[in-house]
């Protein structure tokens, strides 16, 4: 992609297919020229006003349009890309949207790129790239606690904290440089007191932010949750009762679930991917033996386990082996069957987090809904309203690599190094920094967030 390139382009905002409406959008300096050339107002020789809706027909000439339309011009800077914008809100359609972008085309815009337009807003600097980023992660949002994060990203929380580290290692780095550049005077003690506090206060921001990376991706990317357990103690009951209908088989007879089984379930806005898993057991059964080894590979990847027994039987040495394949740190004790009464539990299970409940009443389901969401969020990542979590793979690179030259500039000033150790290292974590909101970034870096985008945004 060209990033000196001011075309005019234009792409759908909506999805072509059949609806109510059909959304357009056209940016650039000839938005208006082709808005007057191809939109036939109803209420002639008026001029368009920005940020005013105006009916009328759509085409290359007035007497065979193409559609019925609303138009919208909006005058640059006030715009999502701060050049001059136009929409044309036409009726779903593929053939009218095809045939609107065809004539829009013919006129001289041209196709836009996948994210060009928040490209255009990113160069034009409405926005930084990691407010960018977050207008992808709002598109993409699956929970509510993801939507709210995403839009905390947009509004600059990251990047707000981000300059104001900017802002406190640049204040660092001009006492360092000027005694640099005066190596005659003596660096006095509260200066390099002043350095030396600045960056551990730097450090110990930084390392908040990348504290919170684990989080962040549990908010934005939701949890995967394996039932887990030998067969018949009530797995794929549970997962019904969760979605509240008979998704899975359930049968008295063991080695009913064959394979895994996978449902996505919403926890007052935490995304949770619940997984269904084969009992685990010794089966002669090559079907039921490749489930069980599914079931085990599952174990790995899921974030929480629910290692469901019979609490009505008590444990069973399946129990025990399958329990043995877990990491007890993220287990979950599942006790089922509360409603026919519970055998004493053996005591090497005491130190697990556990829930009683009866998959067939239903008693304990909303015990287990909360315990879940306690596993991962706490009273401040609950309401995600005004935490900052590091989310994105690349923001967290970013913030390890400053971390480090952070630490190297530390450590140089007080192993007594030549000061200008400490300002090269500062100026990397800078970068570093700069990185994430794009002051910095290579362009390869912003090719590949920008081609991650849809086409119209």
């Not at 382009?9 to 072509?16: K, N, Y």
């Not at 085409?59 to 011009?73: H, K, N, R, T, Y």
């Not at 707000?160 to 900017?166: D, G, N, P, Q």
């Not at 069980?292 to 008590?314: H, P, T």
Request: a negative charge; aromatic letters at 6%.
């Amino acid at each position: 992609m060209d990033y000196g390139d001011r075309a005019t382009i234009a792409a759908p905002a909506t999805v072509f297919g059949q609806g109510g409406i059909g959304i357009i959008r056209i940016s650039g300096a000839l938005a208006l020229p082709l808005l007057e050339r191809l939109f036939h107002p109803r209420r002639k020789n008026k001029k368009f006003s920005s940020h005013r809706l105006y009916l009328g027909n759509f085409g290359l000439s007035a007497e065979e349009p193409i559609d019925e339309v609303m138009a919208v011009f909006m005058r640059a800077p006030h715009t999502y890309t701060r050049e001059d914008v136009v929409e044309i809100h036409c009726h779903g359609g593929a053939v009218v949207g095809r045939r609107i972008l065809e004539a829009l085309v013919e006129q001289g815009a041209r196709l836009a790129h996948p994210g060009e337009f928040t490209l255009r807003a990113f160069l034009n600097g409405r926005i930084d790239l990691s407010q960018a980023e977050g207008v992808m992660q709002l598109i993409n949002a699956q929970s509510v606690l993801g939507q709210r994060l995403a839009m905390r990203h947009l509004q600059g929380a990251l990047s707000e904290r981000c300059s104001a580290l900017r802002e406190t290692l640049c204040d660092v780095l001009s006492v360092v440089e000027a005694w640099i550049d005066f190596p005659e005077e003596d660096l006095d003690p509260s200066s390099e007191n002043r350095i030396r506090s600045h960056l551990q206060e730097s450090l110990g921001q930084v390392k908040q932010l990348l504290e919170s990376f684990e989080s962040g991706r549990v908010l934005r990317e939701g949890v995967a949750v394996l039932i887990l357990g030998r067969p018949n103690v009530g797995k794929s009951s549970l997962l019904n009762a969760l979605l509240g209908s008979e998704r899975a088989i359930v049968t008295d007879l063991p080695g009913t679930t064959r394979d895994t089984l996978e449902e996505q379930i919403d926890l007052q806005g935490l995304r949770a991917r619940f997984i269904d898993s084969a009992g685990l057991r010794d089966s002669s059964d090559p079907v039921e033996q490749e489930g069980v080894r599914r079931s085990r590979d599952k174990i790995a990847e899921a974030d929480l386990v629910l290692f469901m027994v019979d609490g009505n039987q008590g444990l069973t040495d399946e129990d025990f082996g399958a329990l043995g394949l877990c990491d007890f740190h993220k287990v979950l004790l599942v006790v089922n069957k509360s409603d026919l009464g519970l055998c004493d539990l053996d005591s090497d299970l005491q130190s697990l987090p556990r829930v009683h409940l009866s998959a067939k009443t239903g008693q304990g389901l909303d015990d287990l809904r909360s315990r879940i969401r306690e596993f991962f969020l706490d009273a401040s990542e609950d309401s995600c309203g005004e935490g900052l979590f590091v989310t994105e793979e690349r923001h967290y690179d970013c913030l390890v690599r400053c971390s480090e030259s952070l630490h190297r500039a530390l450590g140089a000033h007080d192993d007594g190094l030549s000061l200008e150790f400490v300002a090269l290292d500062i100026r990397q974590g800078l970068d570093h920094l700069g990185e994430i909101t794009g002051e910095t970034a290579p362009e390869e870096i912003l090719q590949r967030i920008f081609e991650r985008f849809c086409i119209g945004k």
